[in-house]
């Protein structure tokens, strides 16, 4: 049976740093691992800075780093960190305080009910089927530029 890591205890400054990376080059969303699969919770970073990546995968402690694919040579080599399922839930607990974009509701959403939505052998009743597809579209709906509040006006 795999070992899985767990996920280191941040610090505050780190838990804000790691927030705000994910608020702004990050996500928090529910994705397929193979097509017809039910979707998996996954937190992701996505960026040109190996540095900032290698500094995220070894303070959480758990998590992938890969290099992605550059499709044109003028292009810098970009690199992705993703944590999923259990690891992911832990990483949002610990930064959800600091979040500040809409990535913050998504994480009260998925920290509220994804662990009660989601049986660990993977076997769902069709009432849960439903309550999960729900659930799914609920928080794939919470997405930037939704719910804004008006701009006020500079000086």
């Not at 996954?42 to 995220?56: D, G, K, Q, R, W």
């Not at 080599?77 to 399922?85: K, M």
């Not at 609920?138 to 008006?150: D, E, I, M, S």
Request: some cysteine; overall charge positive; aromatic content about 8%.
């Amino acid at each position: 049976m795999p070992t899985y890591k767990e996920v280191r205890a941040l610090s505050a400054p780190d838990a804000a740093y790691l927030a705000g990376l994910i608020d702004g080059e990050g996500t928090v969303t529910l994705s397929r691992k193979h097509a017809g699969d039910m979707r998996q919770l996954v937190v992701s970073i996505s960026n040109t800075e190996l540095p900032i990546l290698e500094f995220a995968l070894l303070s959480i402690g758990a998590g992938k780093l890969t290099r992605k694919c550059t499709s044109k040579v003028h292009h810098s080599p970009s690199y992705a960190y993703a944590v999923w399922n259990r690891q992911a839930l832990a990483l949002l607990a610990q930064i959800k305080p600091y979040m500040r974009s809409y990535k913050r509701e998504r994480a009260g959403l998925v920290l509220r009910d994804y662990v009660r939505l989601t049986p660990r052998n993977g076997k769902y009743t069709e009432a849960m089927r439903v309550e999960r597809h729900a659930f799914e579209e609920t928080l794939l709906a919470l997405q930037a530029g939704r719910k804004k509040k008006p701009l006020q006006p500079c000086g």
